[in-house]
C-alpha cells in the first residue's frame, strides 16, 4: 500500500526557514517523480516544486531562489527547505508523487505551514 507522509510544517516568522519531509512507503521511489503542493484558505491548491526520478528540480516562480527541493532515495524521502519565508507561503502543503512509468499518482495528508509575525 502506497503511503505518503508529510512533516516538518509548522509556524516561522517571515523570513525564517522550515524544512519539509516526505517520506514514502510502498513504491519503490527511485522510479517516481516527486512534487511539492500548497493550498492556502480559499484558494486552488498549486504547484510549488518538483524533482524528477533523474534528481533534475522544477520551481515556482513564486520560490524560486527561496525553496530547495531535494530527494534521498536511500531513506525514501524527499524534502523540500523553505527559506525567507514571507506569509504568503501560509498554506497546506502535500507531497505528490508520480509514477514515471503508470502515469499513476499519489498524495500525502499534507502538513501546515503558517508564516507570522
Known amino acids: 500500500q502506497v503511503q505518503l507522509v508529510e512533516s516538518g510544517g509548522g509556524w516561522a516568522q517571515p523570513g525564517g526557514s522550515l524544512r519539509l519531509s516526505c517520506a514514502a512507503s510502498?513504491?519503490?521511489?527511485?522510479?517516481?517523480?516527486m512534487a511539492w503542493f500548497r493550498q492556502a484558505p480559499g484558494k486552488e491548491r498549486e504547484y510549488v516544486a518538483s524533482i524528477t526520478h533523474g534528481f533534475m528540480p522544477s520551481y515556482a516562480d513564486s520560490v524560486t531562489g527561496r525553496f530547495d527541493i531535494y530527494r534521498d532515495n536511500a531513506k525514501n524521502t524527499v524534502y523540500l527547505q523553505m527559506n525567507n519565508l514571507k506569509p504568503e507561503d501560509t498554506a497546506i502543503y502535500y507531497c505528490?508523487?508520480?509514477?514515471?512509468?503508470?502515469?499513476?499518482?499519489?498524495w500525502g495528508q499534507g502538513t501546515q505551514v503558517t508564516v507570522s509575525s
Open positions: 510502498g513504491i519503490t521511489f527511485s522510479i517516481f517523480n
Open positions: 505528490k508523487e508520480t509514477d514515471v512509468y503508470s502515469g499513476v499518482v499519489g
